[in-house]
């Protein structure tokens, strides 16, 4: 029998592995994830000029993927938990990029539409089956280790963005072909081909694992099993999904992403528009600019993580992520065009921290049972905010001819969101007891709330 240090020993090689192995596949497929649901930010004005799609009906379009997203999340994690991650997560990347690609072929308002709310269709389900996919091969320890890395990669995705869809814009009229289809139909073709590509690196389970040793995938196996015995143990009978679902606390936590997500995708779908404002720029130029704020965010993830691995409580990390935002969302919507660029890059150092600082706290008490429905749930209504931010503001710069009144509104969101964080509940760091304990007990308190 494997002694218990040596197993200790193997679980953690085997997830370092993980992390080297695994982690940049999942990175990849982020990175096509940000290209595909973003690349309308560039090509907006482009599909005024060439398909007469105004701003309102831009910011309608842009808003309905988020819709289908909602509706289709949870069915699509169903399926998901049914099929398993690695089958579900290539047919996630395959339809959204077919979809992606049509929408070269976009002739009106209506088209726009429908190819919207398929995208979002296609793509829901993605971010819980990566989550979900992390539970079932790293341990608790690291898991939010892992979450962190990867949504620090969408920042990495956001920068990426701006230069390539720059770029691909350049090529407009060459071979005959606007520069906004080059923009959907290449990203579009890289993301199905990625998803092909994708079926044969990811193992479905630790056993299928070529790339561990026979103890390495005993140990981590256990070690897995061994973490949802005990949120088993202390669930104090049969879990009822959907009456956790409705618990409070996972409502709360919806309220507080919401609030994130309105920052995060008012930037994704609208920073080119307001970069634009910065007199003799071009599409390459704001392709180029619209990374700044995205560039900045990186490197503050970065050190929230550092000071969050050290912090008892993430709550107080959340809060001061969240007043960044507000402050600097407030101070860009009274600044130049130029200044405004260098506030909302302090903005987006707060809400996309704010985004991992968020996560660990769901993450480390929700029982296995429902950790993919819960956060499914959290995710999709979460989501929602990227209908009600593109909508709003292209419904207020059709009206004013300006997108500043929506940068208070979402100032004062980030702010709301900062203080409903008071009434947050979550696992601290126990110097007195083991770790899985402390989940234990963290799971069980949202069991019986």
Not at 261 to 272: D, G, K, V
Request: charged share 15%.
């Amino acid at each position: 029998m494997q002694s218990v240090d040596a197993a200790v020993t193997d679980v953690a090689h085997a997830t370092k592995k993980f992390f080297k192995r695994v982690l940049p596949i999942m990175l990849v497929m982020l990175v096509c994830n940000q290209l595909n649901r973003s690349n309308i930010g560039y090509a907006q004005e482009h599909l005024h000029t060439d398909v007469g799609i105004g701003a309102a009906a831009y910011g309608f379009g842009a808003g309905l993927f988020f819709i289908a997203y909602a509706i289709f999340e949870l069915p699509s994690n169903v399926l998901m938990e049914k099929y398993g991650a690695k089958i579900w997560l290539t047919r996630i990347m395959i339809s959204w990029g077919i979809v992606s690609f049509l929408m070269a072929f976009v002739q009106n308002e209506m088209m726009f539409y429908v190819l919207r709310f398929l995208l979002g269709a296609a793509e829901a389900g993605f971010f819980p089956a990566v989550i979900f996919y992390f539970a079932r091969w790293v341990p608790a320890g690291q898991r939010g280790k892992a979450t962190a890395v990867f949504i620090a990669g969408s920042s990495v995705a956001a920068a990426l963005s701006g230069p390539i869809a720059g770029m691909l814009l350049s090529l407009n009229d060459v071979l005959g072909i606007r520069g906004w289809q080059w923009l959907f139909g290449f990203e579009g073709m890289v993301s199905v081909i990625v998803g092909c590509i994708v079926y044969f690196l990811l193992d479905a389970r630790i056993q299928d694992a070529k790339w561990l040793t026979a103890a390495e995938k005993t140990a981590l196996a256990q070690a897995i099993a061994d973490e949802d015995a005990q949120h088993t143990k202390t669930s104090k009978g049969k879990v009822n999904r959907w009456k956790m679902l409705l618990n409070p606390q996972i409502l709360l936590l919806c309220g507080i992403y919401f609030a994130v997500q309105l920052s995060i995708y008012a930037n994704t779908f609208w920073l080119p528009t307001i970069v634009k404002q910065i007199p003799g720029t071009t599409d390459l130029s704001v392709g180029f600019l619209s990374a700044i704020p995205w560039v900045c965010a990186v490197f503050a993830m970065y050190f929230a993580a550092k000071l969050q691995d050290k912090a008892r409580s993430k709550r107080p990390l959340l809060v001061v992520a969240l007043l960044i935002a507000a402050v600097g969302t407030f101070a860009a919507a009274v600044a130049t065009p130029v200044l405004a660029l260098v506030f909302l890059a302090i903005a987006a150092m707060g809400f996309k921290s704010a985004s991992p600082l968020f996560w660990t706290i769901p993450q480390s008490g929700l029982h296995p049972a429902v950790l993919a429905p819960a956060i499914a749930i959290i995710n999709s209504l979460g989501n929602l905010g990227g209908f009600v931010a593109p909508f709003g503001f292209g419904v207020i710069k059709e009206q004013t001819g300006s997108v500043i009144p929506g940068l208070y509104a979402l100032a004062a969101a980030s702010l709301l969101a900062a203080g409903l964080v008071y009434f947050l509940r979550e696992r601290k760091k126990d110097t007195d007891a083991p770790a899985e304990n402390g989940n234990a007990r963290s799971a069980d308190k949202l069991h019986t709330a």
